[in-house]
C-alpha cells in the first residue's frame, strides 16, 4: 500500500494562501493522488485529486511534483470555513491522520 | 448537486442486538466504501463494494459485518451483534470510477448501550 506523510498541524491567517504538503514516495504510477478535507462534525469532503499534471478547481489547486513523490495542497485564500483535518490520500482510499488547519481570523 | 444520504442519522442499540446502516449512494455511481469514525481517531477503512460484490475489506471488516446493495439503489452495512466498542460514525461513499472523487455521505452515529 502506498504511505503518506503529512505534518500533523498547520496555522495559516485568513486571507493568507495555504500550501498543505504531502510525501507519497511509494506511489505507483498509476495511482490518482485524492485531497479530501474534514470540517468539524461533518463527513469527509472531496476537494481535489490529479495524476501528473497540476490541477485547478474552484476550492484548492493541486501542485504534483515532477517524481510524483510529493504534492502541495494549495487553498489560494483560506477562510475561517477552511478550518478542517486535510487528507492526502491514494487511490487505495485509506486515510491517515491528516493535517489539522488551524485559521487564525 | 448529487448527494450520498444515509438514514438514520442516530442510531442506538442494546449491546448483542443487529443493526442495519443504509446509504443511498448517487444514482448512476458503481463504487460504494464503508468507513467508520471512532470519536477523535481517524477515518478507518471497513469495506469496499464494486459489481455486487466486495472488493477490498479490512480487518475490522470480520463476520460481525456484512454489505448488501439489496435493490440497486440502497446499500447496506449489518452489524450481526453489536459490542460497545462498535459506537462510531459510520461513513458511506460512492463514486462513478476508482479514478474519481468519491461523495461521502453525512454518517450514521452509532451508539451501543
Known amino acids: 500500500d502506498a504511505k503518506t506523510t503529512q505534518p500533523n498541524s498547520m496555522e495559516s491567517n485568513e486571507e493568507e494562501p495555504v500550501h498543505l504538503p504531502c510525501n507519497h514516495s511509494?506511489?505507483?504510477?498509476?495511482?490518482?493522488i485524492h485531497w479530501y478535507r474534514q470540517l468539524p462534525s461533518q463527513g469527509p469532503e472531496y476537494v481535489i485529486h490529479g495524476l501528473t499534471s497540476n490541477v485547478n478547481n474552484r476550492m484548492a489547486s493541486l501542485a504534483i511534483a515532477e517524481d510524483r513523490k510529493s504534492s502541495t495542497l494549495i487553498l489560494h485564500r483560506a477562510t475561517l470555513r477552511d478550518a478542517a483535518v486535510y487528507y492526502c490520500?491514494?487511490?487505495?482510499?485509506?486515510f491517515g491522520a491528516g493535517t489539522r488547519l488551524t485559521v487564525k481570523p | 448537486e448529487p448527494e450520498v444520504t444515509q438514514t438514520p442519522s442516530h442510531q442506538v442499540t442494546q449491546m448483542g442486538q443487529e443493526v442495519i446502516l443504509r446509504c443511498v449512494p448517487i444514482s448512476n455511481h458503481l463504487y460504494f466504501y464503508w468507513y467508520r469514525q471512532i470519536l477523535g481517531q481517524k477515518v478507518e477503512f471497513l469495506v469496499s463494494?464494486?459489481?455486487?460484490?466486495?472488493?477490498?475489506k479490512s480487518e475490522i471488516f470480520d463476520d460481525q459485518f456484512s454489505v448488501e446493495r439489496p435493490d440497486g439503489s440502497n446499500f447496506t452495512l449489518k452489524i450481526r451483534s453489536t459490542k460497545l466498542e462498535d459506537s462510531a460514525m459510520y461513513f458511506c461513499?460512492?463514486?462513478?470510477?476508482?479514478?474519481?472523487?468519491?461523495?461521502f455521505g453525512s454518517g450514521t452515529r452509532l451508539t451501543v448501550v
Open positions: 461513499a460512492s463514486s462513478l470510477d476508482r479514478d474519481l472523487g468519491y461523495t
Open positions: 490520500i491514494p487511490n487505495d482510499m485509506r
Open positions: 463494494f464494486y459489481n455486487n460484490e466486495i472488493s477490498e
Open positions: 511509494t506511489i505507483s504510477g498509476t495511482d490518482y
